[in-house]
């Protein structure tokens, strides 16, 4: 068995009002949320976050969100701080995703901050890295996951390092239903394991999660988590419905 626990992590993206969120919780809770093989971890919008806490109350299913700002407090209007994450029981957080690089012109640096001031307030982050596809296609995937990774992890210490999840997310499999072959993301994936291994060593890059993203759904999903160096799912689309994101659950759970 491997030494990663497999983990699920359902990104609502801009959708669902508070009360929808709860009823999904609520379905995703009343499926799996005793199970303990495979960690789950739903994230809503900032707005749903303390119904979906009080939800998930008792459960096993974690609760992250979507971004954060790197300062404590202080003049950012319309920015949400770790701390008060934190305060709603927030365990995990998405950062620097594609969508907020692209649209929100988000730097290497800046999700750099982010990550050292998230894992300083005890949350998990998730850190995003994925290619487009004019840069797979003009051979540099591994150069650009490689400087998203060394970048986005610069100043994290070996032991805070296994607190740290990664995404690997090719732009071009997001929300298109182009999935990346299992061969394509295995590549990518264990690439990424060679690069935690000369950034902590051998024994912590082994413990490291390194999650694929990308039109990820119930049929894709066993022959992916099935790769030795693939450790869960960063859900989008198939996370908005109890049935998909529960199935993958099981999928996970089933190969552990
Ligand atoms: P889809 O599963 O909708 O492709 O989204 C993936 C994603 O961006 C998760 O963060």
């Keep these: 068995m491997s030494l990663r626990k497999k983990l699920i992590a359902g990104n609502w993206k801009m959708n669902k009002t508070a009360a929808d969120g709860v009823a999904l919780v609520a379905d995703i809770v009343a499926a799996a949320g005793k199970?303990?093989?495979?960690e789950v971890v739903v994230c809503p919008p900032f707005t749903g976050l303390e119904s979906a806490a009080a939800k998930l109350e008792g459960s096993t299913v974690k609760l992250g969100a979507q971004n954060?700002?790197?300062?404590?407090?202080g003049a950012y209007t319309g920015e949400i701080s770790a701390g008060m994450l934190r305060a709603l029981f927030v365990s995990h957080v998405i950062l620097g995703h594609s969508e907020r690089r692209s649209y929100f012109h988000e730097s290497d640096a800046f999700i750099n901050q982010k990550v050292l001031a998230a894992l300083k307030a005890q949350l998990k982050p998730i850190l995003?890295?994925?290619?487009?596809l004019a840069e797979r296609e003009s051979g540099s995937t591994l150069k650009v996951v490689q400087t998203q990774l060394e970048a986005g992890l610069?100043?994290?210490?070996?032991d805070l390092a296994t607190n740290v999840v990664i995404a690997y997310?090719?732009?071009?499999a997001i929300g298109t239903g182009k999935v990346?072959?299992?061969?394509?993301?295995?590549e990518v994936h264990a690439f990424i394991r060679s690069l935690l291994v000369k950034l902590f060593g051998d024994a912590i890059a082994q413990k490291v999660r390194i999650l694929y993203g990308g039109s990820m759904k119930p049929a894709n999903a066993p022959e992916l988590l099935a790769q030795k160096d693939i450790d869960g799912g960063l859900i989008g689309g198939a996370s908005l419905e109890?049935?998909?994101f529960v199935e993958l659950v099981t999928a996970a759970i089933a190969i552990k």
């Design 169 to 172: 997310e090719p732009v071009w």
């Design 242 to 244: 109890a049935r998909s």
């Design 154 to 158: 610069e100043g994290v210490s070996k």
């Design 68 to 73: 954060m700002h790197p300062e404590a407090s």
């Design 35 to 38: 199970q303990n093989d495979v």
């Design 180 to 186: 990346a072959s299992t061969e394509q993301a295995q």
């Design 128 to 132: 995003c890295v994925g290619e487009t």
